[in-house]
């Protein structure tokens, strides 16, 4: 059974840092990918990062480049998001998934067939 459980999330000063993190099960990481979602109250979801099926990427969206950083440890099959410089757009519910639609340097996007965690707030405010 696939799953997918995301933690760190919280409240934090525009400029300061969180990490997330997306615990996994049933599935391998490295066959099936996976990556970083948010979506923020009235808006559509968006691709934030990704690792692509067969060990490729990273990939960023660009409104994140070089501000988060992707990374996954295999030994525990945790994926995290360390989130830098975070700004109050950066506001929004965050969720991990797997199985997805497409993860390449033009598009981040879950697709019908995708796995989903239950997501993890973050908000940006003085």
């Known amino acids: 059974q696939v799953q997918l459980v995301e933690s760190g999330g919280g409240l934090v000063q525009p400029g300061g840092s969180l990490r997330l993190s997306c615990a996994t099960s049933?599935?391998?990481?490295?066959?099936?990918?996976i990556g970083w979602f948010r979506q923020a109250p009235g808006k559509e979801r968006e691709g934030v990062s990704c690792?692509?099926?067969?060990?490729?990427?990273?990939y960023y969206a660009g409104s994140v480049n070089g501000r988060f950083t992707i990374s996954r440890d295999s030994s525990t099959d945790t994926v995290y998001l360390q989130m830098n410089d975070l700004k109050p757009e950066d506001t929004a519910i965050y969720y991990c998934?797997?199985?997805?639609?497409?993860?390449?340097?033009?598009?981040?996007?879950?697709?019908?067939?995708?796995?989903w965690g239950q997501g993890t707030q973050v908000t940006v405010s003085s």
């Open positions: 690792f692509s099926s067969g060990d490729g990427g990273p």
């Open positions: 998934a797997t199985r997805l639609y497409r993860c390449s340097s033009r598009a981040i996007e879950g697709g019908t067939n995708s796995a």
């Open positions: 049933g599935f391998s990481l490295n066959y099936y990918g």
